[in-house]
């Protein structure tokens, strides 16, 4: 029987993937027998009648030119080298187009879905080595069992204890929502998109400013020669602390009710923010008090007296005194174990002291001959700034790692974040007199990023991972929040 290949009339619809198919029941095909039959070949009609012969290696068969009863007469071929020959047949008389289509046919009913075939506990498991932004735009438009298994929060948690989420814990009620919230995180630092807000209230010269890590209360110090509280999410002032008789230069957080200020009266003061009652009086400096830090229950203040005095914070009295610079003391900070405090000093040096003896280890000098006026230390690093250069040193020998260059003039303040100490990976914070604020990536020591909208000098910053404040002596404290929540459309600042 001579066979001569169909070619349809019309375009013949190619095959969608097996998900894509609505209503289809897995295993069947969408097509009935005869559509199949006669999409596929269509055989020339024999003068003899409606059925053929057909010789396959000795093989005497009628083959019956009906959809239904070809199906059936193929089926009941007892020899697998019978149907492949017929098989053959078929494809030899396909055109290229038919050809193209039963390829992509034969495909797709090879398919298999491993994912959704595995047992969910073995598939989450592999879904844990892709990356996450994979996840989030592709995996889960596979199909319905994909996106099931793609948004699984056992998944997402082992993904956020992973990867290091800067976005704070408290209140999350999704570890998806929660990994992709710190994906916007770290875009809008990225992408300087944030929302400033204003905090008017000082009379004068804002001068310090401190951020309370456990609910986001800020304080601030002004040359009015009051500490004042502000809640962030209302803009609003919820109290004023007066006794001060020169401005407050620093500022410290002791817990959630007190809280340190120093001021130029050479005192220090502790509050109970709560009642807003000064608790105790530290009168031992004999100049102007510019810094203060506390540490686990070590607090430690610098003078224009070129001294820092250690204090124990449960007796508020004087542990041990740190002596030996020619300068003001300007800054201060202490290592993570409370054994080692720097000071940054106006003889234009940084020291590296220990507390246990009093004894001054190091002494690291800027080249610049400019003062150096604030320091940060974290993870075996210290930010130091010098007239309008930041220093980056390592512990490692005590050497200098890296210096920032980009501010017009003095760098008023400095803020270390290490995020990766063996690969130099972090951040760098500053604020200056240009009225700018800037941050660098460690490593580079390229400047990422420069804030502005003070319209005076910036005195001071301080930072966690979602907001900045700052103050200014334009008498006004301005946050910056990158928060992904209260920033869902994003400004991005000129």
Known sequence: QAWTPHVPSSRIPFPKKRHMIQGEVPGTHPLSSEQLCSTILKPTQPPGGLNSTLSLGGLNSTIPLGGPQFLKWFSNLTEDWQQQEILQILVWNLDPKELHYFTALL????????????????????????????????????????????????????????????????????????????????????????????????TGRVLCVRIREEDGVIATGGSDRTVRLWNVSTGECTGILNGHLKPVWCLCFLGKNLLVSGSGDSSLKVWNTSTGVCGRHLQVHKGPVWTALIKKDVLISGSHDHSAIVWDVRHCSVQRVLEGHNGAVFSVDLDENSELAFTASGDK??????????????RLKHANGHPVVALQWQEGFIASCSGSTITLWSVN??????????????????????????????????????????????????????????????NGIDWNEVVIASVSDDSNVQIWDFHPCHNRIGVALS
């Open 107 to 202: 495909k797709r009913h090879q398919h298999r879905d491993f994912i959704a075939d595995l047992p969910e506990g073995v598939s989450l498991h592999v879904l844990e080595y892709l990356p996450a932004k994979e996840l989030l735009r592709s995996c889960c438009r596979v199909s319905t069992k994909w996106q099931k298994r793609c948004s699984n929060e056992k998944l997402w948690e082992v993904k956020c204890q992973r990867n290091r989420i800067d976005l704070p814990m408290q209140g999350m009620l999704s570890w998806r929502r929660t990994f992709v919230d710190d994906l916007k995180l770290k875009r809008n630092w990225k992408f300087k998109r944030c929302i400033v807000q204003c905090l008017c209230g000082h």
């Open 349 to 362: 040096t940084v020291g590296v002291w220990q507390l246990s003896s009093g004894l001054c280890l190091k």
């Open 397 to 458: 020998g005590w050497k200098k790692v890296m210096e920032f260059q980009g501010h017009e003039d003095r760098v008023e303040c400095v803020q270390l974040r290490v995020r990766n100490a063996t690969n130099s990976a972090g951040i760098v914070l500053s604020c200056s007199r240009d009225k700018t604020i800037k941050y660098w990536d460690i490593h580079s020591g390229r400047c990422l990023q420069t804030l502005s909208g003070h319209a005076g000098a910036v």
